[in-house]
């Protein structure tokens, strides 16, 4: 699977967008970008996944550069209950692969009043 | 709608004691995924589970691990003979392969603490 790298932390002011950044240079044409994150002492939580086309949910919006060497993941108003560790894991999904994900050392997102 | 549930959520036990975990799945789900995190550190991929198939596991599954998923429902992983070094939170998760993707939502988790 390709690496990817993040900036080990940002700040947020509660209510603004926070834009996450994703480094994944060498990401192949069969591969997914997902992104989890995780509250302190809790499991992963999915946020969105995406192959090459943008995508949005209920939670956040995952932004993919034409080249796919890049994403970013942006929580369009962040509250304080959003501050976590982002993790952004590039993936070779379906078919007979199987999803193993290979987290990193993640983005820590501080969302503050 | 029911989530990925893990018991117990926090085990302590003594160096040298064994200790089992259960994880029950989302309903319907096919796969299930064990990993393991320390603290500081991201989740670790241990081993994975096709319906009642055991197909992967990491070369950080010691002998002393072992994973079942009789009838590819619940799963159990067993840790033989602890040591400190095994104090961790091991997570689980499970997906369900539809089309070209395989999202994994996971459980709480159980915090293992060896003495």
């Known amino acids: 699977d390709a690496k990817t790298t993040q900036p080990p932390s940002m700040d947020c002011a509660e209510g603004r967008a926070a834009n996450l950044p994703c480094n994944h240079s060498?990401?192949?044409?069969?591969?997914?970008v997902y992104w989890y994150r995780q509250i302190h002492s809790q499991g992963p939580q999915y946020i969105i996944h995406?192959?090459?086309n943008n995508e949005t949910n209920e939670m956040a919006s995952l932004i993919i550069t034409e080249d796919r060497k890049s994403s970013t993941l942006i929580l369009p108003h962040a509250t304080l209950r959003d501050t976590a560790v982002y993790y952004c894991?590039?993936?070779?999904?379906?078919?007979?692969?199987?999803?193993?994900?290979?987290f990193g050392q993640g983005t820590i997102l501080t969302v503050h009043p | 709608d029911t989530g990925v549930s893990q018991d117990p959520r926090h085990k302590i036990t003594k160096r040298g004691q064994n200790v089992t975990f259960r994880c029950d799945p989302i309903?319907?789900?096919?796969?299930l995924y064990w990993y393991r995190q320390t603290l500081g550190q991201g989740p670790e991929f241990l081993t994975y589970?096709?319906?009642?198939?055991?197909?992967?596991k990491s070369r950080l599954l010691s002998d002393r691990f072992s994973a079942e998923r009789p009838k590819g429902s619940f799963s159990t992983l067993e840790i033989q003979r602890t040591e400190q070094g095994d104090s961790a939170m091991y997570l689980c998760?499970?997906?369900?392969?539809?089309?070209?993707?395989?999202?994994?939502?996971f459980g709480p988790g159980t915090r293992l603490t060896v003495l």
């Open positions: 894991i590039v993936v070779n999904a379906g078919g007979t692969s199987y999803g193993k994900l290979t």
């Open positions: 589970f096709q319906n009642e198939a055991q197909l992967e």
């Open positions: 995406g192959l090459k």
């Open positions: 309903s319907e789900h096919n796969r």
């Open positions: 060498t990401i192949s044409g069969n591969e997914y």
């Open positions: 998760a499970s997906s369900l392969l539809a089309g070209a993707t395989d999202t994994q939502y």
